[in-house]
């Protein structure tokens, strides 16, 4: 019923309507290819699809380097390709709002090379969050579907122990499925190293000493490739980010070799610049941020065809919170960021069009 509402909400839009399809069409396109080409060139770099997808554990680690499998002038590939992700939902928000074959096709496709990413990825949680607003959409939509998400996330937790199986085959050519009886406990402990981190703050501090601010100044000179820095003068290696400086903490902490990283959540984040002088304020200045993105996410109440998208950002929400760190954000996560700017766009967008219509009553 809410479906078929919003339908004839979008039919009165008119030439509007059409106008903002075709330009929301245009982006989704233009994101696909390029994050489709960005895989592909990946998978020829790196001679085969199966090396392709055992690279996230190949190359992680602080003393295991992308370039030992892929060329320097590959490596920006690598950010690129994280925004596959976002297709699949802009496209099924597209086929909501007008049934089109060619669309589905699209979505589909998108879709195979959004799980390939994830399973390069190698992050069990990245592949259960990417999938639940599909789930929590439909059961949304049929008003039944609590029971049924219960189950597929039942499900999705029980077939995380064996994930890890199939990236240590990928990698390594050998596979040993971990029998463990709490899913839901395993899961959640990959949530949990924010709890660790403030609670040593003051540890971490005395290992790395204050930023300064710093990390909100580099994070832009991240997605600039090695060779153009060097044009200014800038070596990439110089310009460490905060999350690096954490894992080595945690390193010398438990005296061990850290084989992958461990992100600094937003209190940590913040507090690594100047202590509580920073991190009050900018917690401040991030809850007003999130008041009115709140306030965009309501506008969007009546209108079905988005909620698929607005799911995702709201899911994705906590990967960010726990990975606050900027310079990450913008190469992990450029996708999420990318489906905020398309909200907001089309917020605006929709907001001045109902304004013009009052304006002309």
Same mark, same amino acid.
Do not use: H
């Given at each position: @019923?809410?479906?078929?509402?919003?339908?004839?909400?979008?039919?009165? /839009?008119?030439?509007?309507? /059409?106008?903002?399809? /075709?330009?929301?069409?245009?982006?989704?396109?233009?994101?696909? *290819?390029?994050?489709?080409?960005?895989?592909?060139? *990946?998978?020829?770099?790196?001679?085969? *699809?199966?090396?392709?997808?055992?690279?996230?554990?190949?190359?992680?680690? *602080?003393?295991?380097?992308? $370039?030992?499998?892929?060329?320097?002038?590959?490596?920006?590939?690598?950010?690129?390709?994280? =925004?596959?992700?976002?297709?699949?939902?802009?496209?099924?928000? +597209?086929?909501?709002?007008?049934?089109?074959?060619?669309?589905?096709?699209?979505?589909? =496709?998108?879709?195979?090379?959004?799980?390939?990413?994830?399973? %390069?990825?190698?992050?069990?949680?990245?592949?259960? =969050?990417?999938?639940?607003?599909?789930?929590?959409?439909?059961?949304?939509?049929?008003?039944?579907?609590?029971?049924?998400?219960?189950?597929?996330?039942? #499900?999705?937790?029980?077939?995380?122990?064996?994930?890890?199986?199939?990236?240590?085959?990928?990698? %390594?050519?050998?596979?040993?499925?971990?029998?463990?009886?709490?899913?839901?406990?395993?899961?959640?402990?990959?949530?949990?190293?924010?709890?660790?981190?403030?609670?040593?703050?003051?540890?971490?501090?005395?290992?790395?000493?204050?930023?300064? @601010? %710093?990390?909100?100044?580099?994070?832009?000179? $991240? @997605?600039?490739?090695?060779?153009?820095?060097?044009?200014?003068?800038?070596?990439?290696?110089?310009?460490?980010?905060?999350? $690096?400086?954490?894992?080595?903490?945690?390193?010398?902490?438990?005296?061990?070799?850290?084989?992958?990283?461990?992100? #600094?959540?937003?209190?940590?984040?913040?507090?690594?610049?100047?202590?509580?002088? $920073?991190?009050?304020? @900018?917690? +401040?200045?991030?809850?007003?941020?999130?008041?009115?993105?709140?306030?965009?996410?309501?506008?969007?109440?009546?209108?079905?065809?988005?909620?698929?998208?607005?799911?995702?950002?709201?899911?994705?929400?906590?990967?960010?919170?726990?990975?606050?760190?900027?310079?990450?954000?913008?190469?992990?996560? +450029?996708?999420?960021?990318?489906?905020?700017? =398309?909200?907001?766009?089309?917020?605006?967008?929709?907001?001045?069009?109902?304004?013009?219509?009052?304006?002309?009553?």
């Amino acid at each position: @019923m809410g479906n078929i509402k919003f339908k004839e909400t979008w039919k009165q /839009k008119g030439l509007e309507g /059409k106008v903002l399809y /075709k330009k929301i069409k245009l982006i989704t396109d233009i994101i696909f *290819l390029v994050g489709v080409a960005s895989i592909v060139l *990946l998978i020829f770099e790196v001679g085969s *699809l199966k090396t392709y997808l055992a690279l996230g554990s190949l190359t992680r680690g *602080l003393d295991k380097s992308p $370039t030992d499998y892929i060329g320097s002038s590959y490596l920006q590939l690598v950010t690129l390709s994280v =925004i596959i992700l976002i297709p699949p939902y802009l496209y099924l928000y +597209l086929y909501r709002l007008k049934n089109s074959k060619i669309i589905l096709l699209k979505f589909f =496709i998108s879709l195979i090379f959004a799980v390939l990413f994830l399973l %390069y990825n190698q992050g069990r949680a990245p592949l259960v =969050i990417f999938f639940l607003p599909f789930f929590f959409a439909i059961g949304k939509r049929r008003k039944k579907g609590v029971l049924g998400l219960a189950i597929l996330f039942g #499900v999705g937790l029980f077939l995380l122990a064996y994930l890890d199986a199939i990236f240590q085959y990928l990698a %390594y050519g050998y596979y040993a499925v971990e029998q463990s009886g709490n899913y839901i406990t395993e899961f959640l402990s990959q949530f949990s190293y924010p709890f660790a981190n403030f609670s040593l703050r003051n540890e971490l501090i005395q290992y790395s000493g204050y930023r300064y @601010m %710093y990390d909100y100044v580099i994070w832009p000179f $991240t @997605m600039i490739p090695s060779s153009i820095l060097e044009l200014i003068g800038i070596s990439k290696e110089s310009i460490i980010s905060v999350s $690096t400086f954490n894992t080595k903490a945690y390193g010398a902490f438990l005296g061990v070799d850290p084989t992958g990283g461990i992100p #600094v959540d937003l209190l940590t984040f913040n507090y690594y610049q100047f202590g509580y002088f $920073t991190l009050l304020p @900018m917690c +401040l200045v991030i809850g007003r941020i999130l008041r009115r993105l709140d306030l965009i996410f309501y506008f969007f109440k009546n209108n079905f065809a988005i909620r698929i998208v607005l799911y995702r950002i709201s899911f994705s929400m906590i990967g960010i919170l726990n990975n606050a760190d900027l310079s990450a954000i913008v190469r992990n996560r +450029l996708d999420i960021v990318l489906l905020l700017l =398309i909200i907001i766009y089309i917020y605006i967008y929709e907001k001045r069009l109902i304004e013009t219509k009052r304006s002309e009553q």
